[in-house]
């Protein structure tokens, strides 16, 4: 079992070292929602070596960045970088000098992760720049290289932010850099107030759009050569539940056919977004549905 364990480790550390290696390979150009997926495997990965050959504690504890706040420094004290300034803190080939980056205008030290930001490496390109733009474009162009975020769709706009979270956990923030999102006393622009703003209205559509999906959720579908079967299910749409509902007709408002969506009252006529299936009885957990 052991060596089973270590044979698939191998296999997936190679495969990814290699697809890593290859030139005009580079990471960015790979689908970005498998990215968090990829990174937890090589860490995983990381973490069982380590723990086979006991050579380094498997989960090191990442750096808090709030020990620079907690250690008396409030958020004010903290330095105020120009773009010049930032720029002169790539890192070099003698590891001496440390490297910083900034997203959303908050500036990092992320000497710790000079593996990926250390000049040569996958993404030396965000060092000494606040290019938070590519975060979420993977353009890593000299174009794409930009703090300019305003054209950027809301769902990106959330996925950058999750980014500024992820250097928030792992990175100690040491400054803010002056411009597009901070001002020269390290307070936030108005072009910051406005896109926390648009983040915050996103993640409340996303919630209420999810508990409306939690209502209604899809039901199963196969479909036969004379029509198709519809049935609700306590795990149906992918919403696990403890009770399964009863298939209907949703006309959603601004969609031209309807879908099948579970309705949890079969008696509930008040919906009138909802329609039975014609043929099929109005308890029934299961309908086939003919071709027309
Ligand atoms: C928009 C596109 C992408 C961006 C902006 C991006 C950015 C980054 C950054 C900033 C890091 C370093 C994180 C740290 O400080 O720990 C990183 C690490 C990494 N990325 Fe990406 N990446 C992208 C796409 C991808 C894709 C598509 C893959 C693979 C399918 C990938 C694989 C990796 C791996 C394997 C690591 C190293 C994980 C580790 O050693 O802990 N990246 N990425």
């Not at 860490?43 to 380094?56: M, N, V």
């Not at 440390?98 to 908050?106: E, F, H, M, V």
């Not at 007709?249 to 006529?269: E, I, L, M, W």
């Amino acid at each position: 079992m052991l060596s089973k364990t270590i044979i698939l480790c191998i296999l997936i550390t190679v495969v990814f070292g290699y697809l890593l290696m290859i030139p005009g390979n580079h990471p960015s150009k790979w689908a970005p929602q498998n990215h968090a997926l990829v990174k937890d495997w090589v860490s995983r990965i990381r973490d069982i070596f380590r723990g086979l050959l006991t050579l380094t504690p498997a989960h090191e504890k990442p750096a808090d960045r709030r020990t620079t706040e907690k250690d008396g420094h409030d958020q004010l004290a903290l330095k105020i970088f120009t773009k010049l300034e930032l720029s002169k803190y790539k890192g070099d080939k003698e590891k001496k000098k440390p490297i910083y980056l900034a997203i959303l205008g908050r500036v990092y030290n992320v000497s710790k992760g000079r593996k990926h930001y250390g000049p040569g490496e996958a993404y030396s390109i965000f060092a000494g720049i606040d290019a938070s733009r590519a975060f979420v474009t993977g353009d890593f162009t000299e174009k794409g290289l930009t703090d300019d975020i305003e054209s950027l769709k809301s769902s990106q706009l959330f996925e950058l932010q999750n980014w500024a979270s992820f250097y928030d956990e792992k990175y100690p923030l040491i400054g803010y850099l002056l411009g597009r999102f901070y001002d020269s006393s390290g307070q936030p622009t108005e072009v910051l107030k406005k896109i926390d703003h648009q983040i915050q209205e996103y993640k409340e559509e996303v919630k209420k759009m999810e508990a409306a999906k939690n209502q209604l959720p899809a039901c199963n579908q196969e479909w036969n050569p004379t029509g198709s079967r519809v049935w609700c299910s306590q795990k149906s749409g992918g919403v696990s539940r403890d009770w399964a509902g009863v298939p209907r007709q949703y006309f959603q408002p601004g969609s031209t056919s309807p879908t099948c969506v579970c309705a949890r009252d079969p008696r509930n006529h008040h919906h009138h977004t909802l329609k039975e299936y014609k043929g099929c009885d109005m308890l029934a957990t299961s309908c086939n549905v003919l071709s027309e």
